[in-house]
């Protein structure tokens, strides 16, 4: 992070860690560029017992569980470039699917 805010032309690769806590003050990130949305990996132990519990109940799991946990990540990863209401930047998701998918252009339209 130190060389990271030291240089003005650097770039940083993320992964899982950089949506839960990395934070960059004083407006140092200016685009966060997400490739994906970040879904859960359906194989995940986790992820497959929150789908058995809810299918148990008549409720889908993409819908119910799925999707509201990728936009509450998606926030997240927006957020590291948003800190303040005096923050600006620029937030590109490459993922079609935010847009071509029915259940998901609906739910993120909400953000």
Do not use: C
Request: hydrophobic share 40%; aromatic share 8%; proline share 6%.
């Amino acid at each position: 992070m130190r060389r990271f805010s030291s240089n003005q032309h650097s770039i940083i690769l993320g992964s899982s860690s950089f949506w839960e806590g990395v934070d960059f003050p004083h407006n140092y990130l200016k685009s966060v560029i997400i490739p994906r949305i970040p879904f859960a990996a359906p194989q995940n132990p986790l992820m497959q017992a929150h789908a058995a519990q809810l299918k148990a109940i008549h409720k889908q799991p993409f819908v119910s569980y799925s999707l509201p946990q990728a936009i509450l990540t998606l926030k997240q990863g927006i957020g590291r470039v948003i800190r303040s209401e005096n923050d600006t930047g620029i937030a590109t998701i490459l993922d079609d699917r935010i847009l071509t998918k029915k259940n998901m252009a609906s739910k993120f339209r909400q953000l």
